[in-house]
């Protein structure tokens, strides 16, 4: 007799979603299972995702960017879906069906790279040039127009209460903003390499920035000058970074690696899982916290199980660490048991020169 035909696999994570042309950019629903990508073509798509086997389904495409689409965001509300690109141009899309709702073209002087929503009907953009613009969506308009950058603005970040607005800059500092009353406060000292990143961790009082360096550098709230603290991740970089917890941040780096960071005590907890070897472009959250997506220049976007992070306790106490071990595997995903793989990942790096010449793995 014929098999009944077998019922979906249930999964951890949902299926990789494949692109034809890389990602950029990613964002997930803030209470949906919807995701959200921008590619380099200038186009956006939305995905329904979903742990059942075969069921990720492509909802709508929007061509309207004549440029690489370098950020998406999803507003507070999640019915709309802010975008923008290297053609300069700001969009909202409708979540529903990918209308086209406003179009703000020639927003910026440069190309543009990144957007945050604020509030239901405030937004912040910032560009190549290190301008940052913030719109009021009712006046259709900027109403803070800034350039204190030298280089581009690489990622933004708001208080919980929409007053004070960071950016993270290709020149080495982060910039504070207080688009309530619409004006610039101060830009940090430069730190080493270009920042990629910025977050706030424990409910605010701290805030991180990542670096091309692969350090991590933490700021005291109201005390945005100089850096409180420095860690640094033994990474090649921090391209990206979310936070998970309020201690707890996932860092996405050049050598395809995403990992799970504890801030104070500064702690690489382990590997969240990879893209091998290819640079990880953006990481997003989903509502729950138990689900990580990410983009990388393989094309796709990958789903890793981070529900083991919220219960991890991070001793006060260093323990001394058996030098040059590999990251702990923190999914079932994670390259954990291919030691090969972590050849080039060891966490000191001190005798590469020796370990380069007596190399086999080639």
């Known amino acids: 007799p014929q098999e009944p035909p077998a019922e979906p696999r249930p999964r951890d994570t949902p299926e990789d979603i ?25 186009d956006v798509y939305l995905y329904s995702y979903s742990c059942v086997q075969g069921d990720n389904r492509q909802l709508w495409s929007s061509g309207h960017h004549l440029k690489s689409c370098r950020d998406v965001a999803f507003s507070h509300d999640g019915q709309r879906l802010l975008t923008v690109s290297k053609d300069k141009a ?26 945050l929503p604020v509030d239901h009907h405030i937004l ?29 603005i690489s990622a933004m970040a708001v208080d919980g209460n929409g007053k004070i607005l960071l950016t993270a800059s290709g020149d080495g500092t982060m910039g504070v903003f207080n688009i309530k009353r619409r004006r610039f406060e101060l830009l940090s000292e430069p730190q080493n390499g270009d920042l990629t990143s910025v977050v706030l961790l424990k409910r605010g009082k701290k805030v991180a920035c990542g670096s091309s ?25 921090v ?14 780096s050049l050598d395809g690696v995403i990992r799970a960071v504890n801030i104070l ?39 890793w199980d ?9 001793d006060e106490y260093r323990q001394k660490k058996k030098r040059g071990g590999p990251l702990k595997a923190l999914s079932s995903k994670a390259a954990g048991s291919g030691e090969d793989f972590f050849a080039d990942l060891r966490e000191e790096q001190e005798d590469t020169a020796e370990a380069a010449t007596g190399s086999d793995s080639d």
Request: charged letters at 20%; one cysteine or more.
């Open 306 to 314: 981070i529900s083991s992070l919220g219960s991890m306790v991070v």
């Open 124 to 152: 912040a953009t910032g560009d190549d040039g290190g301008e940052l613009k913030v719109w009021d969506l009712r006046k259709g308009d900027a109403v803070l127009e800034a350039r204190q950058h030298e280089e581009y």
């Open 213 to 237: 360096e692969g350090t991590i550098y933490l700021f005291n709230w109201d005390g945005f000058g100089a850096t409180s603290d420095r860690f640094a991740l033994r990474a090649e970089s």
């Open 265 to 303: 005590p500064n702690r690489v907890l382990g590997c969240v899982g990879q893209h091998m070897g290819e640079p990880i472009e953006q990481l997003a959250v989903a509502p729950g916290g138990q689900l990580l997506a990410s983009c990388a220049h393989d094309q796709k976007v990958k789903f």
């Open 90 to 115: 700001i969009h909202l899309l409708t979540v529903e069906d990918g209308r086209l709702e406003t179009r703000i073209a020639k927003a910026h002087s440069s190309a543009l790279n990144c957007v």
């Open 18 to 42: 494949c692109f034809e042309a890389a990602a950029n950019a990613i964002a997930l629903h803030p209470a949906r299972a919807l995701l959200a990508a921008g590619d380099v073509d200038g």
């Open 239 to 252: 391209d990206c970074m979310v936070p998970i917890t309020e201690s707890i941040v996932c860092t996405g």
